[in-house]
């Protein structure tokens, strides 16, 4: 046997650091699952969103971002499930798969919680939201990176105006999960649960008489060939979380970590301007098909509102893990009129 050299330890210990310094550190890659086909037009807001993410992202640092479009790694829980374990880093799940893993989001579907986009804004970026996107990512391993606009408000569609809460009655609607449910019912309608991929059949056939989405998911299915009409009743707001895995990001440098949040910042600035322009041009749309818009005045939602909201809460304080947040989110609502 040979005896010990520690000039060859030397040696040894000098080359590995040479290589190691000439072989360059492998690109962080963040692969993110989208719903959408790359090619769909008019839905520049999701899409679009992740596109922006990815040019600046891209553009200010050595990280790659792969956007795989088209549901082609799994459905929107699936494609949750496998940011959290690690597999992908991003997905465009929105608040109803959010609310399988994370149940205090829900408050923020409260029917009538948000007069308008510019005050959900203003919550969402503000303390509540805050702090709510901390409670998330210690609870599920997400890190929200901001909050995403879905198309805006939701509206109810039918084949007759629905201008008071009496217009609901007798109706068989579209709708899924108990908090739309339930302020349904209370209107005097009954509430199915039809897949989407099987609404446009369902109005067409009868089996239900009306259905809630925006006037973007109202037009993406062409509804305007079987509604009569889309009644401007912007009882929910819907939105999503811009995720990432905080695993992920907590493994990058300070300087990657500070480029995913300007990126993130900016796709959001150009999701949020790309829906609101997408709503209105949705709404002349559907008009242009024949389909009669009606309008209703702030009395008018009101009195939405007063059914709607109670049933809604009721339902939030026994299904929620900290139904404290329903008054905080009212009350971050009022300071932010």
């Given amino acids: 046997m040979k005896p010990f050299n520690p000039r060859s330890l030397a040696g040894a210990c000098a080359l590995a ?22 090619t769909i037009e008019g839905f520049d807001f999701v899409n679009g969103m992740y596109e922006t993410f990815k040019s600046e992202v891209e553009a200010n640092s050595d990280m790659t971002v792969d956007l795989v479009y088209g549901g082609a790694l799994g459905a929107p829980n699936e494609r949750l499930s496998q940011m959290r374990r ?26 009538y919680l948000f007069p308008d986009e510019q005050t959900a804004w203003a ?3 503000g303390a509540f939201g805050d702090a709510m996107a901390e409670d998330l990512r210690a609870k599920t391993g997400v890190r929200v990176l901001g909050w995403w606009e879905s ?6 569609s039918a084949n007759r105006a629905i201008e008071t809460p009496d217009d609901m009655d ?16 209370a209107l005097g309608a009954s509430a199915a649960p039809i897949s989407f991929g099987e609404l446009y059949t369902s109005l067409q056939t009868g089996v239900v008489d009306g259905q809630d989405n925006s006037a973007a998911i109202f037009n993406l299915i062409k509804l305007y060939e079987v509604q009569s009409h889309l009644n401007l009743t912007g009882h929910t707001y819907a939105f999503g979380p811009l995720g990432i895995s ?27 301007e790309a829906s609101r322009d997408l709503e209105g041009r949705a709404i002349d749309f559907a008009r ?4 009669s818009v009606v309008e209703l005045t702030d009395e008018q939602r009101n009195a939405f509102r007063q059914i709607m909201q109670p049933v809604a809460i009721e339902w939030l304080r026994d299904n929620v893990d900290r139904p404290e947040l329903i008054e905080d989110a009212m009350a971050a609502v009022e300071a932010a009129e």
């Fill in 86 to 111: 690690g597999v992908i880093q991003m997905t465009d799940a929105a608040d109803g798969n959010y609310a399988s893993i994370y149940s205090d989001i829900q408050v923020l579907n409260m029917p």
């Fill in 17 to 38: 650091a040479t290589i190691a310094l000439a072989t360059p550190a492998l690109a962080q890659e963040i692969k993110v699952g989208l719903s959408l086909p790359e």
């Fill in 246 to 272: 905080d695993r992920f990001f907590a493994s990058l440098s300070e300087d990657d970590q500070q480029v995913i949040l300007d990126a993130a910042d900016k796709a959001i600035a150009f999701n949020r």
């Fill in 288 to 291: 242009e098909q024949g389909v």
């Fill in 151 to 156: 198309g805006g408000f939701k509206h109810f």
């Fill in 170 to 185: 007798g109706l068989k609607m579209r709708v899924l999960g108990p908090l739309a449910t339930i302020p349904v019912e």
């Fill in 123 to 125: 919550v969402l970026d």
